[in-house]
């Protein structure tokens, strides 16, 4: 053969290689939410919590040590679903009680439907908890092509009732789409998503890219586990905290038999996964953020700084601890980086697909906690320098697993926090407040948050809607009373 033909024959190799690179299918994303796991609770932290499923899929990828979500469900699910801080929304304070008239607004393009317009088959398993009084503020509405899951807060793992039985308000929360799930009562809710999500994997068409959204409704309250995942926990005297043990087992082992079902249909190597929590632990019902300060609901660490890891064979460096600033608004456009878009100039969140794929450091230096007009308090971080301004929610101690003594005050009771500085790089637990050694550092961190308050909507907090109840109904949390 000449050299020309062997010139001719490199340069189809290589224009041929670099077009499939450029066209290729890009990756399935799995994104897999857990409800109040704590920063303690997960086996790759806590050797004492049995989760060896999530544990290989942590070590073989990359595990986030600086990845803040918000300190509530509502707030962090829209961080994730707009890309954008809660308190741009009002949805920054509390939750979205199923009897309020509200939800993300309907100005925002959420997440879902970005990826389906980059072509994606989109499917949510899970808690939606973004409003549902309209159908239009329900998931089917907002970009995704099936949902399976329930609308409110919290429910009955295994009635999936929200609200007490023989409460005036109660009613079964449980959606197939649009459809009312009758066929799963006595099934634990972790069985009923895991179950759901191996059906979608084992009939995917692999030729289009998915996008799966998996927020589990554990580990959240109420705390019910069967009694198998229970009893790997009897050296635990405290029942809640053995009961909610053996929920993040129970959780671990649905984990493991999605990531089974990815391996049987070819898909592990292409699938991008994500897991995170939605905010700390609440300390009082069995979960534990140990050793950080402060639990769910609050703008301390043990309230905001999530577990979390990414898995995926196109990840460039892995098998590390990643300590880079991420934020729960970075999720969106990075996913829709990684599909192949571009996301709105003017979002909060920034694409991260550099820092967690390659180790490189963060795009971003600083974010916001919150903003709570109602709770009146806020708090940013800018580098390693965290502010709390007025009150950082009820759970302001340290608080040890069991078999742990605390040395440690519980300042929760005081009636007042004015501000408190820390520095996280030396003091990540926040026993030290540096606001009357560092009074300068505190006001240019107030002018930060001042800023950012030029932007607030307002909370959205409205009034019960007497037409909610599922009395009216047919006994089902439904959309259409507003």
């Keep these: 053969m000449s050299r020309r033909c062997h010139l001719d024959l490199f340069l189809l190799t290589f224009f041929t290689l670099c ?33 060896p499923n999530i544990d ?3 070590y073989e990828g990359v595990i986030l040590n600086q990845s803040y979500v918000q300190p509530w469900c509502t707030p962090s699910r829209t961080a994730f679903m707009t890309g954008y801080y809660p308190f ?18 309907l100005k925002y393009t959420l ?24 159908w239009e503020y329900t998931p089917t509405y907002r970009g995704f092509d099936t949902f399976y899951g329930y609308y409110n807060g919290a429910e009955d793992y295994y009635t999936h009732v929200q609200g007490k039985l023989g409460h005036h308000v109660h009613g079964l929360d ?9 066929d799963q009562n006595g099934t634990y809710s972790s069985f009923s998503y895991y179950k759901r999500a191996v059906q979608i994997i084992s009939k995917h068409n692999s030729s289009m ?12 309250a109420p705390i019910e586990v069967p009694k198998v995942y229970e009893d790997m926990y009897l050296n635990i005297k405290n029942a809640s905290r053995r009961i909610y043990s053996g929920m993040v087992t129970a959780l671990d082992d649905a984990v493991g038999n999605i990531t089974e079902a990815l391996k049987d249909y070819g898909l592990i190597n292409d699938t991008l996964m994500v897991f995170t929590t939605d905010n700390g632990g609440p300390s009082h019902l069995g979960a534990n953020n140990w050793p950080l300060r402060g639990a769910k609901t609050t703008t301390w660490e043990g309230g905001t700084r999530g577990s979390g890891f990414v898995h995926g064979s196109m990840l460039k460096k892995k098998g590390y601890v990643n300590n880079e600033l991420i934020h729960a608004v970075d999720w969106l456009p990075t996913f829709v980086a990684v599909a192949g878009g571009k996301s709105e100039s003017d979002m909060d969140g920034v694409n991260q697909w550099r ?14 906690y919150n903003i709570d007009d109602v709770l009146n308090g806020s708090a940013i971080r800018v580098g390693d320098f965290k502010l709390l301004h007025g009150n950082p929610g009820r759970w302001s ?28 790089a030396d003091d990540p637990n926040e026993y030290n407040d540096l606001s009357k050694a560092m009074p300068q550092m505190v006001e240019k961190l107030k002018a930060k948050i001042s800023m950012y308050k030029k932007g607030m909507t307002p909370a959205l907090n409205p009034d019960p809607e007497p037409k909610a109840n599922p009395k009216y109904w047919g006994g089902v949390w439904s959309p259409g009373w507003c």
């Excluded at 820092?355 to 916001?368: L, M, N, Y």
């Design 19 to 51: 077009c499939h690179k450029c066209h290729g299918k890009p990756p399935n994303i799995l994104f897999i939410v857990a409800d109040d796991l704590g920063w303690n609770d997960v086996g790759f932290r806590n050797p004492a919590i049995k989760t």
């Design 56 to 58: 290989k899929l942590a």
């Design 88 to 105: 741009r929304s009002g949805l920054q304070h509390g939750v979205i009680h199923g009897t309020e008239p509200c939800g993300v607004p």
């Design 111 to 134: 997440l879902p439907q970005k990826m389906k317009d980059l072509g994606y088959e989109t499917h949510m398993i899970g808690k939606w908890h973004l409003g549902f009084c309209r």
């Design 174 to 182: 449980f959606r197939d789409n649009k459809a009312v799930v009758t």
């Design 209 to 220: 890219p998915m996008f799966m959204y998996l927020p589990f409704q554990s580990v959240h």
């Design 355 to 368: 820092t967690v794929s390659e180790g490189q450091p963060s795009a971003r230096t600083e974010f916001v």
């Design 397 to 424: 101690g340290w608080y040890p697993p069991p078999g742990i003594e605390n040395v440690h005050r519980d300042p929760s009771g005081e009636a007042h926090f004015s501000e408190m500085l820390f520095n996280l």
